[in-house]
């Protein structure tokens, strides 16, 4: 049924040149040395995925790993990759089909040859080295029935010795007689003398405890005995730990603690909070301090006594990352990117603070003639949300522009301006992108989150609505020439928004997304969303607030709903494609009118991560052509 609808629209293949025209452009990332070799990552294009090369000195790059290699189609993808302290081995991690469900392999960097056996059964991991010995690892136990849809809830840490079973595996934390952690995580300080354990039981707030490496027999003390808020190691000098926390500090600050007595008590601030969101990295010794203002980078360099060293001076208005880096390095990479500007590399002098031009893309996507403008409206309650809107610049403010409003709004997540192609090709094509940072989202620190949580989530919906409301009164666009897109959280921001104001939008469009609001902890790691969500299990009052907003729940008899295109994949077990099954089966049922409701269903993809470059052709060629047809585009 899908199929052949898309078919129909003429120039669905003209759509797909363009989006292939505009990602077919090398795209390289920021090196990084490990032991005497310098890595990157590049994609000459069109690759499926991007290929891991190296080299030595001046020497000629040459292949390290290439993805394209692990299947045919491109559907096993590189997942991660780790270096042990030397260099000389490798760990990376593989997902097929786009599973959260990973492999991890070990690969002498100088014979080119596999260390030990793989790893298998592992799960919303890192891989953190000890010295040049072996790694930490998280996963679950497999679950019984599929492991595409089976409820995972108790996390666990194991260290792995390169070259031994993976079977004798060292349990180190989570074991199964202990309180169950539903996210458990490590990191291992620069000089391996400590090991930072994470305990979460939600996606938000965890526990942390500190192990001696260099005392075996020591037990681990508490840092943080409670999930009320975040904690993570930045770095450590000696015995002082310089931690990432929100505690009493919504928009973060940086402290640091005594390894001897690290608990939350004792430690003392070096980088206040301020109003805006922290975000800090390091390299050669100093700390990069990334604040969000208005969800725009500023950038500030602090030594590790906390003195403000300079400004960092960025290129223009949009978001700054990277600034990564060891303590021995004098040079760090950052990157810099907005919805018109593709993402540039900078090298960056650490002692003088210069920095200087390391990659500048060239694509064929003209910036010069596109124009980026954040502008700041009212939600239902009065609340001033910032949104970000792109277009061609000789775009005529006629209320006859399509125009893709696209959302999150959830889980602390930041949506700052970023180049994508898929985006540039909707540009191309003549369509208005708008990107509010509604509540839900990290933009303005943990109480902007809050704001759209549990039985504040309604605040998410109606900010989007005002979004839309806006753009149709400035005349950017009208209802009947609007799509609504998001995916995942943003998929139940799409599904909630459609079902309660169906005649806001011509088009809905929600991805993987999260559906049936009252069972969606029953299913892989759902539960650990109640942060954000609650449950229906709560209490009734959360039963009922669920029950009134969940998509799957609110389609209703004798209703004309927007021309809804539902996408998911079939190895999704992030948010299982059940979800996006329900919701189209019930809107097919009670849609009345003849706009059309699709499900697209990709097969051998997963969430999104490690999609294939020609997957990403296809989908886009299909969304945007179902959305402009039902705009009543009928050429381009």
């Known amino acids: 049924m899908t199929q052949g609808y898309l078919a129909q629209i003429p120039y669905r293949e003209k759509i797909a040149d363009t989006v292939r025209d505009l990602i077919n452009y090398e795209r390289v990332t920021a090196p990084f040395n490990e032991g005497d070799w310098t890595y990157f990552y590049k994609n000459d294009g069109l690759q499926n995925q991007s290929v891991v090369y190296r080299q030595k000195g001046d020497g000629p ?92 809830d108790q996390h666990k840490l194991f260290y792995h010795k390169v070259g031994t079973k993976q079977a004798d595996d060292q349990k180190v934390f989570g074991h199964i007689d202990a309180e169950k952690h539903r996210y458990v995580g490590a990191q291992v300080s620069e000089d391996n003398r400590y090991l930072l354990v994470s305990a979460a039981v939600s996606t938000s707030g965890n526990k942390a405890f500190l192990k001696d490496l260099e005392n075996p027999d020591a037990g681990f003390k508490v840092v943080k005995a409670d999930v009320a808020s975040d904690v993570y190691m930045l770095t450590s000098q000696g015995d002082k730990l310089f931690l990432v926390t929100n505690e009493n500090a919504p928009n973060s600050k940086i402290v640091v603690a005594d390894a001897n007595n690290p608990s939350v008590e004792n430690w003392t601030d070096l980088i206040a909070e301020t109003e805006n969101v922290l975000s800090p990295s390091t390299a050669g010794g100093f ?87 954040q502008v700041f ?42 180049y994508s192609s898929t985006v540039a090709a909707w540009l191309k094509l003549g369509g208005v992108y708008a990107v509010p940072n509604i509540r839900g989202g990290g933009e303005y620190g943990k109480a902007w989150h809050k704001a759209g949580t549990q039985l504040e989530k309604q605040n ?81 009052e959360m039963f009922e607030y669920l029950k009134a907003y969940s998509p799957v729940h609110n389609v209703r008899e004798g209703v004309e709903y927007p021309a809804t295109m539902v996408t998911t994949a079939d190895h999704d077990d992030r948010v299982v494609p059940a979800h996006s099954f329900k919701f189209a089966a019930v809107l097919q049922e009670f849609q009345t009118g003849d706009n059309p409701t699709l499900i697209r269903i990709e097969t051998d993809a997963g969430h999104g991560a490690g999609t294939p470059i020609s997957k990403t052709i296809e989908q886009f060629a299909d969304i945007y052509g179902f959305t402009l047809w039902n705009m009543g585009v009928g050429s381009l």
């Open 61 to 152: 790059a040459e292949v390290f790993i290439d993805p394209n290699k692990f299947s045919e189609d491109g559907t096993v993808s590189l997942a991660g990759l780790s270096f042990s302290d030397d260099g000389s081995i490798a760990a990376y991690q593989t997902s097929t089909g786009g599973s959260d469900w990973r492999e991890i392999y070990f690969l002498g960097t100088n014979t080119m040859e596999f260390v030990g056996e793989k790893l298998v059964d592992v799960k919303f991991s890192g891989m953190q080295w000890y010295k040049n010995e072996g790694i930490y690892y998280s996963s679950y136990d497999k679950p019984t029935g599929s492991e595409l849809s089976a409820k995972t």
């Open 287 to 373: 700390i990069f301090a990334e604040y969000m203002v208005d969800a725009i980078s500023k950038v500030y360099q602090y030594d590790l006594e906390g003195k403000q060293v300079r400004t960092i001076e960025l290129p223009a208005i949009g978001s700054a990352g990277s600034f990564a880096g060891k303590k021995t390095n004098d040079v760090t990479y950052y990157t810099f990117t907005n919805y018109t500007m593709p993402t540039t590399i900078y090298s960056f002098d650490i002692n003088s603070g210069e920095s200087s031009l390391y990659n500048k893309p060239d694509t064929k996507f003209d910036s010069e003639q596109y124009v980026s403008k």
């Open 377 to 418: 409206y009212s939600s239902k309650d009065g609340t001033k949300v910032p949104m970000i809107i792109t277009h061609h610049k000789d775009t005529q403010l006629n209320g006859e522009n399509p125009t893709i409003l696209y959302g999150y709004g959830g889980f602390n997540i930041s949506l700052t301006p970023r």
């Open 460 to 540: 998410v919906f109606d900010d989007f609505i005002a979004a839309a409301e806006y753009l149709i009164a400035n005349k950017y666009t009208s209802s009947s020439k609007l799509a609504l897109r998001g995916g995942s959280n943003g998929g139940l921001l799409v599904g909630a928004v459609m079902t309660q104001k169906p005649e806001l939008a011509a088009v809905a469009l929600p991805a993987v997304g999260v559906l049936d609001m009252l069972r969606y902890h029953t299913f892989t790691a759902g539960a650990g969303w109640a942060y954000d969500y609650g449950t229906s299990e709560q209490s009734k």
